[in-house]
Nanobody
Framework: QVQLVESGGGLVQPGGSLRLSCAAS????????MGWYRQAPGKERELVAK???????DYADSVKGRSTISRDNRKNTVYLQMDSLKPEDTAVYYC???????????????WGKGTLVTVSS
């Protein structure tokens, strides 16, 4: 009933930039927090950045100062601008959103399928 579709991943050189997008669609009544997580090979999934419905954002220390999360509530879309990329930023990036669908009593978390970001020369 709800889909999260990420886009914008790819290969980028160290020091470069990428902008990830994630659009939510389906029977959506409301969206609370939206965020980005990443999982590098052999590592656990970790939070990159999160943004509340009113625009308050939090970042992992590893990306603070290099990344900006934003959202367009009219489009049900969240963005992650990443600058000064490092090889250690290489990972699959997953979109996450806390969504209440029509007819549901409570919201629940939904995940996208991920988009690969590779930082390499």
């Amino acid at each position: 009933q709800v889909q999260l579709v990420e886009s914008g991943g790819g290969l980028v050189q160290p020091g470069g930039s990428l902008r990830l997008s994630c659009a939510a669609s389906g029977s959506i009544f409301s969206i609370n927090a939206m965020g980005w997580y990443r999982q590098a090979p052999g590592k656990e999934r970790e939070l990159v950045a999160k943004i509340t419905g009113d625009g308050s954002a939090d970042y992992a220390d590893s990306v603070k100062g290099r990344s900006t999360i934003s959202r367009d509530n009219r489009k049900n879309t969240v963005y992650l601008q990443m600058d000064s990329l490092k090889p250690e930023d290489t990972a699959v990036y997953y979109c996450n959103a806390d969504i209440k669908i029509y007819g549901a009593f409570l919201p629940r978390a939904y995940w996208g399928k991920g988009t690969l970001v590779t930082v390499s020369s």
